[in-house]
């Protein structure tokens, strides 16, 4: 069974900064993709930034030059700075995983962890 859970969220000013950091364990024969997406009340599920198969990074244009995505083997991360109030929201980590019995990529999605981005 594969597990992803992710840490790091919590209140901040605007203009402070914040890193996430999700793990993602079990029976892993390989893992390709990784993101982060954000669930803000009211509005759908979007993407902030995530790794392709092939390890190319891209980002939300409202993440970009203020937020970095990065992997060390099973554990992505996701450096925010100059957060701004409309960053708010649940991030959820997301990963494409080969794991038995099922030799394709399937797509695993943790619980998320709550940012809050308020004066």
């Known amino acids: 069974q594969v597990q992803l859970v992710e840490s790091g969220g919590g209140f901040m000013q605007p203009g402070g900064s914040l890193k996430l950091s999700c793990v993602v364990s079990?029976?892993?024969?390989?893992?390709?993709?990784m993101g982060w997406y954000r669930q803000a009340p009211g509005k759908q599920r979007e993407l902030v930034a995530a790794?392709?198969?092939?390890?190319y990074a891209d980002y939300a244009e409202s993440a970009k030059g203020r937020f970095t995505i990065s992997r060390d083997k099973n554990t992505l991360y996701l450096q925010m700075n100059s957060l701004k109030p409309e960053d708010t929201g649940v991030y959820v980590c997301?990963?494409?995983?080969?794991?038995?019995?099922?030799?394709?990529?399937?797509?695993?999605w943790g619980q998320g962890t709550q940012v809050t981005v308020s004066p």
């Open positions: 790794f392709t198969r092939v390890g």
């Open positions: 997301c990963a494409d995983v080969r794991s038995p019995p099922v030799m394709g990529f399937v797509k695993y």
């Open positions: 079990g029976n892993i024969l390989g893992i390709g993709g």
